[in-house]
């Protein structure tokens, strides 16, 4: 339930919405740096976040706002910045370092590549928002799970940042 129905359909609205907005754009953030790329989509998942949380107000009152402004908001951040990080990726060039098959591969088919990097995004964002969701519905919202599953996610979100500077150095 909380990776399927919840955390899958969510996701996926956010990444046709991010791709939406990159289309009305009439570019892609290609021209953008990678980092750039991986911010916008965090950025628009606050959008996301913030318009779940007014729902949630009028489902629940105004006491839920208290803890979802902080947990779930970031969580949708840190999904957004995610699934951002995998669609700049997509966007840079191979530099071949291991000249495995599969890099070869993906050097000389760029759709695939864009198809399978957005797949793995889309796969690590659902499954960090589903993990939360999880949390929050079925461990009683232990706050230190959250935060724990928060930390991870804050911790992957920097160390992709830092690769595509490194990559984008190169």
Known sequence: FCFIQIALVEELSKFLAF??????R????????????????GISSFGFAFMENIDYIFQYGGSVIII???????VHFLCGLILGYWMAASRMPSVLENRSLFEIILQTRPVLKKIIYYTIGITCAITLHGMYDYSCINISCDPLTSYLIIFGGIMAAYLAARRLVEKERK
């Open 68 to 74: 979802r402004s902080v947990t779930s908001t970031m």
């Open 26 to 41: 009439k570019e892609e953030s290609v021209l953008d740096s990678p980092v750039a790329t991986m911010f916008y989509a």
């Open 19 to 24: 791709r939406l907005g990159e289309l009305v």
